[in-house]
């Protein structure tokens, strides 16, 4: 039976800041989730060729973009939202960064909501609420909904610093009030790009390369584990759950 997703990232959210951030949810999710505290992003650990790597399944060194500024791919690959819409599915974005736009092609999207990091302080807690009012009202069959405040927080203030992990806190408490805010037939999806170190990352290091990945929903056994577990992997397996094919040239696994 087909499902929906809800797909939470936290840019930039380590997995020892997830488990040591106080909030009392973080816990929690290792009990509802099938999860891994050690998946791999993709090198170079950088925000927009992770989040495109993430959405069409290849590395980098395959889909071309290596910064923070797209560059469209020479051999064009389907992402998530091009193989969803082929089947006629609900695809809507919430995000905070405009750069985010390019992860598909234009026109695929039923909804994209757009607030500018960059212009309000705590931007996570103004876009989780019309994301979850959206998801209730309109039952999208994906919904991307992107978190920025850890990965701006690090590059100012430096990663695991204080106010680092108050806004890890916090993001942790977003996808609290998704989870309990929307229809339990719902699976949520939550990771991140890269990691972080200093007041940078990119690097090879793992501190930067090391991710949180966690699936909650009712395909998942929860307190499950992970023996591994790769950023791209999210594509086939949103694609699964969705009982969608997969692009021919995804490189990822479904976790499902």
């Known amino acids: ?17 997830m488990m040591s951030c106080g909030h009392p949810f973080a ?11 050690n998946a791999q992003t993709v090198f170079p650990s950088v925000t927009l060729p992770c989040h495109v790597s993430l959405f069409h399944s290849v590395d980098p060194s395959r889909h071309g973009t290596t910064t923070n500024t797209y560059t469209p791919q020479v051999r064009p690959i389907d992402g998530i939202v091009e193989v969803l819409k082929r089947n006629k599915k609900k695809c809507a974005f919430f995000i905070t960064w405009d750069q985010l736009r390019d992860l598909c092609r234009p026109g695929k999207l039923d909804v994209c909501d757009f607030i500018s990091c ?32 850890t990965d701006n927080t690090g590059h ?3 990663w695991m610093g204080p106010e680092y992990m108050k806004d890890a806190h916090d993001a942790i408490g977003c996808v609290e009030e998704v989870y309990n805010s929307i229809p339990k037939d719902y699976t ?5 790009d ?27 056994e929860g307190g499950k584990v992970l023996p591994e577990a790769s950023l791209k992997d999210v594509a086939p397996t949103v694609a699964k759950l969705l009982e969608c094919d997969p692009a021919e040239e995804w490189e990822g696994t479904a976790r499902v």
């Open 194 to 220: 890269h990691g972080g170190h200093d007041r940078t990352h990119g690097t090879d290091s793992p501190e930067d390369m090391t991710i949180p990945f966690f699936l909650i929903g009712p395909r998942f």
């Open 27 to 37: 816990q929690k999710m290792t009990e509802l989730a099938t999860y891994s505290l």
């Open 188 to 192: 949520i999806i939550f990771v991140a």
């Open 156 to 158: 100012a203030l430096g």
């Open 118 to 149: 960059y212009n309000y302080q705590d931007v996570n807690e103004i876009i989780t609420p019309r994301a979850i009012k959206y998801i209730n009202e309109q039952q999208p069959d994906f919904l991307f909904l992107y978190l920025a405040d």
């Open 1 to 17: 039976m087909s499902e929906k997703v809800i797909l939470i990232l936290a840019d930039g959210m380590r997995p020892d800041a």
